[in-house]
């Protein structure tokens, strides 16, 4: 087998434990408190069903209780939840149910086509954490790579030294931080922006999708002046690298211009490493996305995720935390193969 | 080029870390946080520690107050809100005629605003038997006017014997309502006694603040020699107070960013020095022992890697519990893996170093090649991981704080921001509450940062061939 390969292998193995041992401590901190749910909401049921049943009547309470109780205990044996959660019947059916997002109602939140359900809440979110994260990546990668080959090139100057303190004070603050900030600013004492991100239009107007870019400018914005220093910090490391390999000499002996040297030459050979690292990074502060879009009030999953906090809705509590895992693992894999693909050094190590 | 050719002597690092601008604020940085550590512990009253959740300790506080450094400007000052108690701030005179004695407390209070009080209250505590004392209240006004605002006996004792009792006389109270009808003679325009805060404070010529001096004196009139007054005080409601102003909840928001000192350096450094130095042993016994060992070990460093960790820090606090403890212990099981990586490779190339080598024909034990051998050579290098590991520590429990899941009993940063975020601090302008937490935070990972990075120059081979 292939060194390539057998990396793809290692990793792909990997992949799979980071997923299962999440899944894994997952169910098992919250696994007690699943199962209370699910029995509350079955009686639920149960008491909906003798409410509405006309067929069914009782003389006394205590009948009616007692047909509330056998029938619930029924389909909580039936559904086998007499078993603890940790036994292994039991505990594989709970994962299986996390991975496939089965994690039946939620207690407090709806989506907004008015389903209860624990899925469509949570799919219904991913899109617009998706949509303001990737585009802020975009964003802060364009101007990193440009800024980073313009301090790189002129290492030692006042904009670099100018740009390694912004890099190193930017990311001490947190962006939430920032956010807080940013809405005080362009919000209450210059209103520009909205204060809070979660359009107003209903999502079934035509004009909700330029209504919803328009509440993404301050949260973009925000992440974007926090982010960009520190990237092009980095990419000027890359690109100071390149160019003091000799086959830029050699570009610059054969009088290519300066500019097309840095910008053309050193940049393509050193973008690579520098967007899988951001890439990676990114995925990694994907955790932060949830405050941040607390913060503004962004309609994604971070969002989600703080009002489920501030509910305990567990079951919400529990998608979120397994979806988010999948995101981030994916991408750290995904990063990890692209850059050993490129880079052979990775392999062998 | 070898790990070791690079290992400096402490003195070598001592002098280089002088040279460090940067390293140098950042230890400056540093020392100004110890001592408001030291300044709290020792000044501020451990109570405001304590109760800093509950509602009651604050309730002389005004309500989101900005600070009192607002008024400097030239615009309008706003009335300052002042708590005046009787140890501090009273002259007091007694005096008896005929059976009765006079206990008066009285306060002066130097009134140049711009505007009105917010409202005012009067509080005593009293000690008396059987017979009932009377409290009366007058205001003496910069130009002369007297007005008496309050006469009223205290309730009668239960027991017979010595009963204290502890009240407070609202701007609101119909009585101070009543006795001011009696000067609205007094102004030359409609004067509203409904509104004793107004009235008692206003020009009488025209409608607007009557700056100058105001003595407002509680006069205790006791009829049993046992009775005395215990305390005594004022409370002039403002719009700013204190040095950095108040909370929603009243709270003067001086003393928590004081106590967040303390407790975002705790945190930080104990985070970062356990999970680096959990971290360099798990590297270090990686990369020594090789083989199975190190791939086995690997493999779990590659999971812990993979976790996502601000997603598990909140399942985490959500089910096993918030103390600050455990938060700390949470922010360990994700902190260490970086350093094990890096100590590996480091462990890798020494050894096979000469002198590894000669310890081990010689017989020793591995633990004794580890301790004594190879990890006192990665020394500096932890010193400076430590360092640079201490921001994330901080954000990472501010980021929990801030989720609402921080330790519900203590004071933090990410704490006060979390409130200023559900009372909506920033749409409503109360940026006193926002900026000081926040700055406190980045201030606090900046210092380490700088630290970290100037010790990380000077002792990291990798670094130092950049």
């Given at each position: 087998?292939?060194?390539?390969?057998?990396?793809?292998?290692?990793?792909?193995?990997?992949?799979?434990?980071?997923?299962?041992?999440?899944?894994?401590?997952?169910?098992?901190?919250?696994?007690?408190?699943?199962?209370?749910?699910?029995?509350?909401?079955?009686?639920?049921?149960?008491?909906?069903?003798?409410?509405?049943?006309?067929?069914?009547?009782?003389?006394?309470?205590?009948?009616?209780?007692?047909?509330?109780?056998?029938?619930?205990?029924?389909?909580?044996?039936?559904?086998?939840?007499?078993?603890?959660?940790?036994?292994?019947?039991?505990?594989?059916?709970?994962?299986?149910?996390?991975?496939?997002?089965?994690?039946?109602?939620?207690?407090?939140?709806?989506?907004?086509?008015?389903?209860?359900?624990?899925?469509?809440?949570?799919?219904?979110?991913?899109?617009?954490?998706?949509?303001?994260?990737?585009?802020?990546?975009?964003?802060?990668?364009?101007?990193?790579?440009?800024?980073?080959?313009?301090?790189?090139?002129?290492?030692?100057?006042?904009?670099?030294?100018?740009?390694?303190?912004?890099?190193?004070?930017?990311?001490?603050?947190?962006?939430?931080?920032?956010?807080?900030?940013?809405?005080?600013?362009?919000?209450?004492?210059?209103?520009?922006?909205?204060?809070?991100?979660?359009?107003?239009?209903?999502?079934?107007?035509?004009?909700?999708?330029?209504?919803?870019?328009?509440?993404?400018?301050?949260?973009?914005?925000?992440?974007?002046?926090?982010?960009?220093?520190?990237?092009?910090?980095?990419?000027?490391?890359?690109?100071?690298?390149?160019?003091?390999?000799?086959?830029?000499?050699?570009?610059?002996?054969?009088?290519?211009?300066?500019?097309?040297?840095?910008?053309?030459?050193?940049?393509?050979?050193?973008?690579?490493?520098?967007?899988?690292?951001?890439?990676?990074?990114?995925?990694?502060?994907?955790?932060?996305?949830?405050?941040?879009?607390?913060?503004?009030?962004?309609?994604?999953?971070?969002?989600?995720?703080?009002?489920?906090?501030?509910?305990?809705?567990?079951?919400?509590?529990?998608?979120?935390?397994?979806?988010?895992?999948?995101?981030?693992?994916?991408?750290?894999?995904?990063?990890?193969?692209?850059?050993?693909?490129?880079?052979?050094?990775?392999?062998?190590? | 080029?070898?790990?070791?050719?690079?290992?400096?002597?402490?003195?070598?690092?001592?002098?280089?870390?002088?040279?460090?601008?940067?390293?140098?604020?950042?230890?400056?940085?540093?020392?100004?946080?110890?001592?408001?550590?030291?300044?709290?512990?020792?000044?501020?009253?451990?109570?405001?520690?304590?109760?800093?959740?509950?509602?009651?300790?604050?309730?002389?506080?005004?309500?989101?107050?900005?600070?009192?450094?607002?008024?400097?400007?030239?615009?309008?000052?706003?009335?300052?809100?002042?708590?005046?108690?009787?140890?501090?701030?009273?002259?007091?005179?007694?005096?008896?005629?005929?059976?009765?004695?006079?206990?008066?407390?009285?306060?002066?209070?130097?009134?140049?605003?711009?505007?009105?009080?917010?409202?005012?209250?009067?509080?005593?505590?009293?000690?008396?038997?059987?017979?009932?004392?009377?409290?009366?209240?007058?205001?003496?006004?910069?130009?002369?006017?007297?007005?008496?605002?309050?006469?009223?006996?205290?309730?009668?004792?239960?027991?017979?014997?010595?009963?204290?009792?502890?009240?407070?006389?609202?701007?609101?109270?119909?009585?101070?309502?009543?006795?001011?009808?009696?000067?609205?003679?007094?102004?030359?325009?409609?004067?509203?006694?409904?509104?004793?805060?107004?009235?008692?404070?206003?020009?009488?010529?025209?409608?607007?603040?009557?700056?100058?001096?105001?003595?407002?004196?509680?006069?205790?009139?006791?009829?049993?020699?046992?009775?005395?007054?215990?305390?005594?005080?004022?409370?002039?409601?403002?719009?700013?107070?204190?040095?950095?102003?108040?909370?929603?909840?009243?709270?003067?928001?001086?003393?928590?960013?004081?106590?967040?000192?303390?407790?975002?350096?705790?945190?930080?450094?104990?985070?970062?020095?356990?999970?680096?130095?959990?971290?360099?042993?798990?590297?270090?016994?990686?990369?020594?022992?090789?083989?199975?060992?190190?791939?086995?070990?690997?493999?779990?460093?590659?999971?812990?890697?993979?976790?996502?960790?601000?997603?598990?820090?909140?399942?985490?606090?959500?089910?096993?519990?918030?103390?600050?403890?455990?938060?700390?212990?949470?922010?360990?099981?994700?902190?260490?893996?970086?350093?094990?990586?890096?100590s590996r490779s480091i462990a890798l190339q020494l050894k096979n170093l000469q002198y590894v080598e000669a310890a081990k024909l010689m017989g020793q034990s591995d633990f004794n090649i580890i301790f004594?051998?190879?990890?006192?050579?990665?020394?500096?290098?932890?010193?400076?991981?430590?360092?640079?590991?201490?921001?994330?520590?901080?954000?990472?429990?501010?980021?929990?704080?801030?989720?609402?899941?921080?330790?519900?009993?203590?004071?933090?940063?990410?704490?006060?921001?979390?409130?200023?975020?559900?009372?909506?601090?920033?749409?409503?302008?109360?940026?006193?509450?926002?900026?000081?937490?926040?700055?406190?935070?980045?201030?606090?990972?900046?210092?380490?940062?700088?630290?970290?990075?100037?010790?990380?120059?000077?002792?990291?081979?990798?670094?130092?061939?950049?």
């Amino acid at each position: 087998m292939g060194g390539f390969s057998r990396f793809l292998l290692k990793r792909s193995i990997n992949m799979v434990i980071v997923l299962f041992a999440t899944l894994v401590l997952t169910v098992f901190l919250l696994g007690s408190t699943m199962d209370k749910i699910l029995v509350d909401a079955i009686r639920v049921n149960v008491v909906e069903e003798v409410n509405y049943n006309r067929d069914l009547r009782f003389s006394t309470a205590a009948e009616r209780q007692h047909y509330i109780d056998e029938h619930t205990d029924l389909q909580v044996k039936t559904l086998g939840l007499d078993e603890p959660w940790y036994s292994p019947k039991r505990f594989t059916n709970t994962v299986l149910k996390v991975m496939i997002l089965d994690l039946g109602k939620s207690n407090y939140f709806t989506s907004d086509s008015g389903s209860s359900n624990v899925r469509d809440i949570i799919l219904e979110r991913v899109p617009n954490t998706v949509l303001l994260f990737t585009t802020s990546t975009l964003i802060i990668t364009v101007i990193g790579l440009y800024l980073g080959a313009f301090v790189a090139n002129r290492s030692g100057s006042l904009w670099d030294r100018l740009n390694s303190a912004f890099a190193v004070f930017s990311s001490s603050f947190p962006t939430w931080w920032v956010g807080m900030l940013m809405i005080f600013a362009f919000a209450f004492a210059y209103h520009i922006f909205p204060a809070r991100s979660t359009p107003l239009t209903p999502p079934s107007d035509p004009a909700y999708a330029l209504d919803l870019l328009y509440h993404m400018l301050l949260p973009l914005i925000t992440i974007v002046i926090v982010g960009f220093w520190s990237w092009a910090y980095i990419v000027r490391y890359f690109v100071v690298g390149v160019l003091s390999e000799d086959y830029i000499a050699a570009k610059r002996a054969a009088g290519i211009p300066e500019k097309r040297i840095v910008y053309s030459h050193a940049l393509k050979n050193a973008a690579l490493p520098i967007v899988t690292v951001i890439a990676l990074s990114l995925a990694g502060s994907f955790g932060g996305a949830i405050i941040v879009e607390a913060v503004f009030d962004w309609p994604g999953m971070g969002k989600l995720y703080y009002d489920a906090i501030g509910a305990l809705d567990i079951p919400i509590i529990i998608g979120l935390t397994y979806v988010s895992t999948v995101i981030f693992v994916i991408t750290v894999f995904l990063t990890d193969i692209v850059y050993a693909y490129f880079d052979p050094r990775v392999k062998v190590a | 080029m070898t790990a070791a050719a690079e290992v400096l002597s402490r003195y070598e690092i001592i002098r280089e870390f002088r040279r460090s601008k940067s390293g140098l604020v950042g230890i400056a940085i540093l020392l100004s946080l110890i001592i408001m550590t030291i300044y709290s512990a020792a000044a501020v009253p451990l109570e405001s520690f304590r109760q800093w959740n509950s509602p009651n300790f604050w309730i002389d506080l005004p309500k989101a107050a900005a600070p009192v450094w607002t008024n400097f400007g030239f615009g309008p000052k706003i009335p300052e809100h002042m708590v005046l108690h009787a140890a501090d701030d009273a002259s007091i005179s007694s005096s008896s005629e005929g059976g009765i004695r006079t206990v008066v407390h009285s306060y002066t209070v130097n009134f140049n605003y711009d505007s009105y009080p917010s409202d005012f209250m009067l509080l005593y505590s009293v000690r008396y038997g059987g017979t009932q004392p009377v409290l009366q209240v007058d205001v003496l006004r910069p130009d002369g006017n007297e007005f008496q605002i309050y006469f009223a006996s205290l309730p009668s004792s239960q027991q017979g014997g010595n009963n204290e009792f502890s009240a407070r006389v609202f701007s609101t109270d119909r009585a101070i309502e009543e006795s001011l009808r009696d000067y609205t003679g007094v102004f030359a325009y409609r004067q509203d006694p409904s509104r004793p805060q107004v009235m008692i404070f206003a020009d009488s010529q025209e409608n607007k603040v009557l700056k100058g001096t105001y003595v407002i004196r509680e006069t205790f009139y006791f009829f049993e020699p046992n009775d005395s007054v215990l305390d005594s005080g004022v409370i002039l409601g403002g719009k700013v107070y204190g040095l950095m102003g108040t909370d929603e909840l009243r709270r003067d928001l001086a003393i928590g960013i004081l106590w967040g000192a303390p407790v975002a350096l705790f945190i930080g450094l104990t985070v970062s020095i356990a999970a680096i130095l959990i971290g360099l042993i798990y590297g270090v016994v990686a990369g020594y022992k090789g083989n199975r060992t190190d791939e086995g070990l690997m493999r779990i460093n590659d999971v812990f890697y993979c976790l996502p960790t601000l997603p598990l820090l909140v399942i985490l606090s959500v089910t096993v519990g918030q103390s600050i403890f455990l938060i700390t212990g949470f922010l360990v099981i994700f902190g260490w893996v970086g350093m094990a990586k890096i100590s590996r490779s480091i462990a890798l190339q020494l050894k096979n170093l000469q002198y590894v080598e000669a310890a081990k024909l010689m017989g020793q034990s591995d633990f004794n090649i580890i301790f004594r051998h190879i990890i006192p050579q990665l020394l500096p290098l932890t010193f400076a991981s430590i360092a640079i590991a201490v921001p994330a520590a901080i954000l990472g429990e501010a980021a929990l704080s801030f989720l609402g899941l921080g330790d519900p009993t203590i004071p933090t940063w990410g704490q006060i921001l979390h409130e200023a975020n559900t009372a909506g601090a920033a749409e409503r302008g109360l940026w006193w509450w926002i900026v000081p937490p926040g700055l406190m935070i980045a201030i606090t990972g900046l210092a380490f940062a700088l630290i970290g990075n100037a010790l990380d120059a000077i002792v990291n081979p990798r670094s130092r061939r950049m």
